[in-house]
């Protein structure tokens, strides 16, 4: 069998699957899993992939690692979305986050990732049970959350899935005022921001929204397995943060695969067109 993801214009990505492994529809979204032939298992959401389990850090890494190793001191993180916990984990890595918060909108996907995927490492069953000595989970809107908060988090990393739907509101401007007051002076949102070749006109978007938001923006791409890559990250920060330096030093302890901080430049290396769309 085969599973194909469709993007526009007739482009799509797929896999050959052995079976489909659970099929459900939450209050939110449809939700499947798939056991992939040469991927492990896969995560499916309205007919998009979230991610495979044998490939899901050449996402997780550029999501997490660029953002934590800007920031000198990044003690409270928020996880927005992210409810197969692989981003929360990536988080946690970091030995300076004291203390990390997600808030997942669908208590199914946090359900069916935790009993079917091998990404979380047993972080979801810790949350759901209120145990775990550094993290916390609420089920709730994202956006809700952070138009609580004000001057409550160093960095901020919204993992959700593409603008429409319940993930529409994490791509407005509101939310990203939201989000800017919730971050301490020195602070840093960073969010996914669809195919950078396919959804070119939503990243230019979301890139000019921010622009209106944040102190200084910062946009990014990265090849992720899955995906129709390359994939548009992008950053906003407030007061003095800076992404374009990163500390090599607290990377050396991290060992990671995909991302590589010696060469963090490389991430800013757009396609020229692409870079006119965005005015850069």
Known sequence: MEFVEWYPRGYGVGFKVRERLYSGRSAYQQIEVYQTEGFGRMLV??????????????????????LLLAHPAPRRALVIGGGDGGTLREVLRHPEVERATMVEIDPEVLRVS??????????????????????????????????????????????????????????????????????R???????????????????????????????RVWAFSFPVIGYASPWAFLVGGKGDYN?????????????????DPERHATLFQLPRGVRLQLGL
């Open 45 to 66: 959401i309205d007919g998009t992939v979230q991610l495979v389990e044998d490939g899901e850090l050449s996402y997780h890494e550029p999501l997490v690692h660029p």
């Open 114 to 183: 935790a009993e079917y995927l091998d990404v979380d490492r047993g972080l979801l069953d810790e949350l759901l049970a209120d145990r775990h000595a550094r993290a916390e989970l609420v089920v709730g809107s994202g956006s809700d959350y952070v138009a609580g908060k004000e001057a409550a988090f160093d960095v901020i990393a919204a993992d959700s899935t593409d603008p429409v739907g319940p993930a529409a509101v994490l791509f407005s401007e509101p939310f990203y005022r939201g989000v800017y007051r919730a971050l």
């Open 185 to 215: 002076p020195g602070g840093a949102y960073v969010t996914q921001a669809g195919s950078v070749y396919l959804f070119t006109g939503e990243f230019a978007d979301a890139y000019q929204k921010m622009r209106r938001v944040f102190d």
């Open 243 to 259: 992404f374009e330096r990163v500390s090599l030093e607290r990377a050396a302890r991290l060992e990671l695969t995909y991302y």
